[in-house]
């Protein structure tokens, strides 16, 4: 019970950060509604003990070395796959200050 309530804490904690709502799972289907309802955001979250080392260090290399003006990104590429379904990440606290509409409980 305790790894059920932590997920879903931390997707009322994100839903609250955004601006959002959180979906209850009840009656959802896998991919047909987001974890947490909002205006134009569509957001899946996925809970984890522990983040890979290298995701880490590639957001940390992002950070590092980032300029005036530079949003940090880490863009994740499956090999054999086209470019156009990289997966774009950004921390949270950047992406609100770069692209609005989100609030910090």
């Known amino acids: 019970m305790a790894r059920t309530s932590t997920w879903k804490r931390t997707e009322r904690a994100i839903a609250a950060y ?4 959180r979906n ?3 009656g959802r289907q896998r991919g ?20 890979p080392a290298w995701l880490h260090d590639a957001m940390s290399q992002a950070v590092a070395a980032q300029r ?5 990104v880490v863009i994740l590429h499956e090999a054999g796959t086209r470019h156009d379904e990289d997966i774009v990440c950004v921390r949270l606290k950047d992406f609100r200050e770069w692209f609005g509409g989100v609030t910090q409980p």
């Open 18 to 21: 955004v601006g959002g709502r």
């Open 24 to 26: 209850p799972i009840t």
């Open 32 to 51: 047909d509604v987001a974890d947490i309802n909002h205006d134009w955001l569509s957001v899946e979250v996925k809970h984890r003990a522990k983040l």
């Open 68 to 72: 005036d003006g530079q949003l940090p």
